[in-house]
């Protein structure tokens, strides 16, 4: 499938890669051979889907609901609980801009920890049970994530419990979160406006990140291969990740990357922009990524120790600085270009 939109200045190039499909069943019994599946996926491609790991479809599908109410609420409420980047936490919309566009991601999201004092919470009249109902889903997540932790663990030679420890979030100082997202529809009469992008190109900054998509809302495309890091995956090769009933998608972020000295991948993807309406989904997209972030005070450093050891609060620092380092260079090539076309109209 080869996009050739002209909505787009990119022409994207397609290519089928295999997603491993990793089960969890019967855990502990199996252990060893869902560890070979995590690792060499992780080893590769970076991304997997999960199968059989213990979230009931109706609970994902309650959660998806929840979602929906959550977003249908008057900006008014919404606008009650803020996102706030001191704490990583609240919503917002149109605000998420990648270093890979320099424009802004055309969601909105509402982010969540496991401990957020009460006023961080839709109230209680607004949505009955949001609360309780959500914490009980980011249980379940972090269940699933606690147990890829212990197989990365193994495969890195630490203490089971290792990455575990480190993500623990009933403890001060943990960064975990759920994010909802809500993409908004786009007409497939009118074609897409130029800079229009649903999630730009980017890898996520976490250790693992757990995502669900509903099914017939896909846009979900990945790019592995760290080459694709100095374009921030700009004119690669994409691969489309559908969304399968029950099933979660999983990719490796920066954290786990360097936390392996670079052995496992953390890879770039995007959700696409609809431009070709016989492909292309156009309606509301909702998705949920839970991502797996280190406790602030806890140590990072690879066996093989290739990195400088850091806390986790000294890693999130630097992703983020990291971040706008790079927006901030794309903004001013933007600009850059910009007068570069003035120049050229001016003298002809
Ligand atoms: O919505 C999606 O499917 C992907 C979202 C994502 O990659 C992110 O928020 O980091
Ligand atoms: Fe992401």
């Known amino acids: 499938m080869t996009d050739t939109s002209t909505s787009t200045s990119t022409s994207t190039k397609y290519t089928n890669r295999a997603i491993p499909r990793i089960s969890l069943r019967d855990f502990d019994a199996r252990i060893d051979t869902i560890t070979a599946s995590l690792l060499s996926a992780a080893e590769t491609s970076g991304f997997f889907t999960l199968v059989d790991h213990g979230i009931p479809t109706s609970a994902i599908e309650a959660q998806f609901a929840l979602s929906e109410s959550f977003f249908s609420q008057l900006d008014a409420l919404k606008s009650q609980v803020p996102f706030s980047p001191a704490t990583n936490t609240g919503w917002e919309r149109g605000a998420q801009i990648r270093p890979s566009t320099g424009l802004p991601d055309q969601k909105e999201s509402f982010q969540m920890q496991h401990r957020m004092p009460e006023g961080s919470w839709p109230s209680e009249s607004a949505i009955p049970g949001f609360r309780e109902r959500t914490l009980g889903f980011m249980r379940m997540a972090q269940g699933v994530s606690e147990r890829l932790m212990v197989c990365f663990a193994r495969g890195l030679g630490f203490p089971d419990d290792y990455f575990v420890r480190a993500h623990d979030v009933r403890r001060d100082g943990a960064q975990t979160v759920l994010r909802l997202l809500k993409y908004f529809a786009l007409d497939p009469e009118t074609p ?33 291969g760290r080459e694709a890091f100095t374009e921030f995956g700009l004119g690669d090769t994409w691969t489309a990740v559908e969304p399968v009933e029950g099933e979660i998608v999983c990719n490796i972020g920066d954290l786990l990357m360097s936390w392996s000295d670079d052995r496992f991948k953390s890879t770039f993807h995007r959700v696409k922009t609809p431009t070709n309406p016989a492909t292309d989904y156009y309606g509301t997209r909702y998705s949920m990524a839970y991502f797996n972030q280190p406790n602030i005070d ?29 927006l901030q260079a794309t903004k001013a090539a933007m600009v850059d270009d910009a007068n570069k076309n003035l120049a050229v109209a001016a003298a002809s």
Not at 195 to 219: E, I
Request: net charge neutral; hydrophobic share 30%.
């Open 192 to 224: 897409t406006p130029e800079g229009y992008h649903r999630a730009g190109a980017h890898a996520d900054w976490d250790f693992v990140t757990l995502l669900f998509q509903r099914p017939g809302q896909g846009g979900l495309e990945i790019c592995p």
């Open 298 to 326: 806890c140590e990072i450093q690879g066996p093989l120790k290739k990195y400088p050891m850091v806390t986790g609060s000294e890693f999130t620092k630097a992703a983020m600085k990291r971040n706008y380092e790079a």
